[in-house]
């Protein structure tokens, strides 16, 4: 017997913490797809797309080891916006076909979809219910810096460059203030755990 899964999709912008998150719902074992290991997946060496992408741009877009240079590619669609179009076209509807399928294969009690960009794109019609990890503006500055040691402005044209907090806060059903300490996590996600089990066992009856 087959039945679709409760979807609960997890969101924020850049360094709010929606690993962090995503990784005390793993330890409540809930099964958790990630949007950006899809991205990456399709373009792996024996995969269709990566050979569209090298007849498009040449061999250049493939390294010595097989798999895609993204730096090269990176570069070539932030100069030609027309090359970044056909990209997307190519590669959105299979990152779907992945996420898709790998939601319909949990078998935990609800699934999450954890995607930076799930608002942006066609993603947010894939989820039942809706959960943002929320962060000021400063503090997803100073958190991905420390992390990640980038330069504060290339970090903030990200930012720029994601929907604004506050349209994110309009379309959450849950929101996740992730600015109180880490050892305020994981208690709070247990709340939310238990509200999302709910959910997920009333969509049964609903059936
Ligand atoms: P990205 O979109 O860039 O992948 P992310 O949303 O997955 O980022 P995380 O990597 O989970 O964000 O968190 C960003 C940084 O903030 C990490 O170094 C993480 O350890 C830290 N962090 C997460 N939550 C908290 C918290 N509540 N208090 C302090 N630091 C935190």
Redesign the pocket.
């Known amino acids: 017997m087959s039945y679709d899964p409760y979807i609960v999709g997890l969101t924020?912008?850049?360094?709010?913490?929606?690993?962090?998150?995503a990784q005390r719902f793993r330890e409540l074992g809930i099964e958790v797809v990630d949007a950006?290991q899809a991205s990456r997946k399709v373009v792996e060496p024996g995969m269709p797309a990566l050979n569209i992408i090298a007849d498009r741009f040449g061999a250049k877009m493939i390294k010595s080891d097989g798999t895609l240079n993204r730096a090269a590619m990176r570069q070539l669609i932030f100069s030609q916006p027309l090359e970044k179009t056909w990209l997307e076209n190519l590669l959105h509807p299979l990152i779907a076909e992945w996420i898709v399928d790998q939601l319909q294969r949990a078998e935990s009690a609800y699934v999450m979809l954890e995607s930076?960009l799930l608002l942006e794109t066609e993603q947010h019609q894939l989820v039942n219910t809706l959960l943002l990890?929320d962060l000021p503006e400063s503090l997803q500055l100073s958190?991905?810096a420390?992390?990640d040691g980038d330069p504060k402005q290339q970090i903030q044209s990200i930012i720029d460059s994601q929907m604004a907090r506050d349209d994110k806060l309009r379309r959450a059903n849950y929101v996740f203030d992730?600015?109180?300490?880490?050892d305020?996590?994981t208690p709070r996600i247990t709340v939310l755990h238990e509200t999302f089990l709910h959910l997920a066992l009333e969509s049964l009856h609903d059936d």
Request: hydrophobic residues 30%.
């Open positions: 924020g912008g850049i360094g709010s913490g929606k690993s962090t998150i950006d930076p990890v958190r991905t420390e992390r992730n600015s109180l300490a880490l305020t996590v």
